[in-house]
């Protein structure tokens, strides 16, 4: 975009090396192009140097509650996690300074019903989620199929032989 970043000092020597970090907030995805330049000495043409840095869109995960709970955010199947995806702003690095994943949280009869559009979702994460439809279980396994990422994190709700039958075909 054009900004300039503040500056880094190093001290080097004819004929040193050295690495220097600093923090990039992005404002957009897609390409964008970084450049370092170094004061002007003898030599301009090694005073620049360029690099494209794909910045990839923020994850989209669909957080499936298999057990929410108003009450307590430690509670809720997803509370802490949608809050570890979705942390408030701090002004640290990232894109736009926040973190890189879009959390949504849905409720297992959305993905059921085919409410969830999976094709504009990254990684669905079942979360404590009793059992699942033959239907939406093909629909997840064709989802996976063509690049989708499943997450299954199991609790006192899934009922193990559910998912045995459904997912693990022998």
Not at 72 to 93: K, N, Q
Request: hydrophobic content about 45%.
């Amino acid at each position: 975009d054009g900004a300039r970043l503040p500056a880094v000092s190093v001290e080097l020597r004819p004929g040193e090396e050295t690495r220097a970090s600093f923090a990039v907030r992005w404002q957009s995805t897609g390409e964008q192009l970084l450049e370092a330049e170094l004061a002007a000495d003898g030599l301009a043409v090694d005073d620049t140097r360029s690099l494209v840095a794909n910045v990839a869109p923020p994850v989209r995960v669909a957080l499936v509650n298999g057990a929410p709970n108003d009450e307590a955010l430690e509670l809720d199947e997803v509370g802490l996690l949608a809050a570890v995806l979705a942390p408030p702003g701090d002004g640290g690095p990232g894109f736009d300074g926040s973190a890189p994943f879009e959390p949504r949280v849905v409720l297992p009869t959305e993905l059921e019903s085919g409410a969830l559009d999976l094709a504009s979702t990254d990684v669905v994460w079942l979360a404590n989620v009793a059992q699942l439809s033959t239907r939406a279980v093909e629909a997840l396994a064709a989802w996976v199929r063509s690049g989708g990422a499943l997450v299954f994190s199991l609790g006192d709700s899934v009922s193990v032989a559910g998912y045995d039958a459904r997912f693990f075909d022998d």
